[in-house]
């Protein structure tokens, strides 16, 4: 039976979510995780990666050496929170954590990050046999996958498996497979005018885009494909007819031919509206991360199922309509899947995670090592 120092790890939990990392400002929870890791004979590596995106830390890497003879595997989690993250007080209630209410909890994903840690511990105190270890802590997970997405793959090329603990939903839920994501960033040319005197002369680009977006196919496209269009900015008075409008909008699948078809037919519509009424689009678009798809029978899920069964837990698995760090992983060739840690309600005031998910988190975490 896998065993864990529960008050531990709900001591450490509580200290980590006091840490401000808002995302971009992970510099202290990263001083703090390698004060936490050093002693136990990690080896550290933080890249660059914070420069390259305005942050004021990199990922950090650490590698806990064991059986040369079992594969490597991989556990990661995010150091960045959302916004309202700065001050964070953390309430223990009978049976869960919540904040004090007025900024969410930081369980995504200081819960998975104190799980990891609290299974170095458990490895080194109880001699546990294990295969080498990668402990992979990500920068700006939440502002759209930073950190992974700029990682260098070769630093990840001995890895057999990868777990990212980052998903909601209850103990022994496995996320298999999710969708690969891509941003459109659009600009609408009209002709400005005056709007009461002539506003014949004019073409205005709130109304090209709105006759663009009308047409178009957007929210569930199918059930691999969603699309939506987040933001728009145009118009300076209500005098003048506006010549300029900017959109932002994204599209996902699971698929990637059909991730393919829903941008084309987003840029397509944008084009020729605007061009059919004396305007013009300009569509430039962003490939954000991958998708990701295993069966049941991939090992890197029989590895999850078998951890969660060792533990009293019955797995199951589920394809993800979000992104996590797991897709960047799988882009750079290390097999990831993405498994759930209890929290809920995440990215509001009300976000909570159970005592007994926390732990069980953890013991999760040890049964994967010993899986392998």
């Known amino acids: 039976m896998v065993t864990v120092n529960r008050d531990r790890l709900i001591q450490e939990f509580m200290e980590l979510v006091q840490i401000d990392s808002h995302s971009r400002e992970e510099r202290q929870m990263a001083d703090a995780l390698i004060a936490k890791l050093k002693p136990y004979g990690c080896e550290v590596y933080e890249d660059d990666t914070g420069e390259k995106v305005g942050g004021n830390a990199g990922n950090l890497i650490f590698r806990v050496k064991g059986d040369a003879d079992k594969p490597t595997i991989l556990f990661t989690c995010h150091m960045d929170t959302v916004q309202p993250g700065k001050g964070i007080k953390p309430q223990v209630h009978e049976d869960r954590i919540t904040s004090d209410g007025s900024t969410v909890l930081g369980a995504d994903d200081k819960a998975g990050v104190a799980a990891i840690l609290e299974m170095v511990r458990v490895l080194k105190e109880q001699q546990l046999p294990h295969g080498n270890l990668v402990l992979l802590f990500t920068i700006g997970e939440e502002i759209g996958l930073l950190g992974s997405r700029h990682l260098n793959g070769e630093l990840l090329k001995d890895v057999d498996y990868g777990f990212a603990f980052d998903s909601n939903g209850p103990i022994g839920k496995i996320v298999t497979q999710g969708p690969s994501q891509a941003k459109l960033e659009v600009v609408i040319h009209g002709k400005t005018a005056?709007?009461?005197?002539?506003?014949?002369?004019?073409?205005?680009?709130?109304?090209?885009?709105?006759?663009?977006?009308?047409?178009?196919?957007?929210?569930?496209?199918?059930?691999?494909t969603t699309a939506n269009i987040g933001m728009i900015n145009g118009g300076v008075a209500t005098n003048i007819v506006p010549e300029r409008v900017e959109i932002v909008a994204e599209a996902r699948s699971l698929v990637p031919s059909k991730l393919d078809a829903q941008l084309e037919h987003m840029k397509t519509t944008f084009e020729q509206v605007a061009a059919e009424n004396g305007g013009r689009a300009e569509v430039k678009i962003t490939r954000m991360y991958p998708a990701f798809r295993f069966g049941d029978d991939d090992q890197v899920v029989q590895i999850a199922k078998r951890a969660a069964q060792a533990i009293g837990v019955e797995p199951s698995t589920m394809s993800s309509g979000g992104g996590s760090d797991a897709n960047n992983l799988n882009g750079l060739g290390v097999p990831t899947i993405n498994i759930a840690i209890g929290y809920e309600k995440i990215h509001t005031v009300d976000e909570f995670i159970r005592l007994d998910d926390l732990e069980q988190a953890a013991r999760f975490m040890v049964a994967i090592t010993q899986q392998v």
């Not at 009461?196 to 496209?221: D, F, T, Y």
Request: a positive charge; proline letters at 3%.
């Open 194 to 224: 005056h709007a009461g005197v002539n506003p014949e002369a004019g073409i205005s680009a709130i109304k090209l885009a709105s006759m663009a977006i009308s047409r178009m196919k957007l929210g569930r496209i199918d059930a691999e």
